[in-house]
């Protein structure tokens, strides 16, 4: 997608929790952008076995980024996992034994 399309059309997840009293009980509310960055340093735990990286675009996207400099927009994480196996060329499989061996010696 293309970086004007990344900021206008994108819209909230429903996985977005911040700002919705039902998820926190009206007390000790999320902004938007903690949870964004959250959810990046989370997603970058598990990507840096494959070799990318995710960082924040303008508070709607997210650039994802390989080791070579080759990057993709995306708009959320659904659409992040197809776009980090195009960058890593390989399966990113949330239960690789080594990924999960990885997680667990961090």
């Known amino acids: 997608m293309c970086g004007l399309c990344g900021v206008l059309g ?3 997840h429903w ?3 911040a700002g919705k009293a039902q998820m ?3 007390a000790g509310q999320q902004t938007r952008a903690l949870e964004r ?3 990046i340093v989370l997603t970058n735990n598990v990507l840096r076995f494959y070799g990318l990286q995710l960082a924040d ?3 709607h ?3 994802l ?3 070579t400099g080759q990057s993709v927009l995306v708009a959320d994480l659904p659409q992040l996992w197809g776009e980090a196996e195009k960058l890593a060329g390989r399966r990113c499989d949330p239960l690789d034994a080594d ?3 990885a997680l667990s010696a961090a």
Request: hydrophobic content about 40%; proline content about 0%.
């Open 61 to 63: 996207s997210y650039v």
């Open 15 to 17: 996985t977005d929790a």
């Open 24 to 26: 926190f009980g009206g």
């Open 65 to 67: 980024r390989n080791m």
């Open 37 to 39: 960055a959250q959810r």
């Open 99 to 101: 990924l999960v061996a």
């Open 10 to 12: 994108a819209e909230d």
């Open 57 to 59: 675009w303008g508070g």
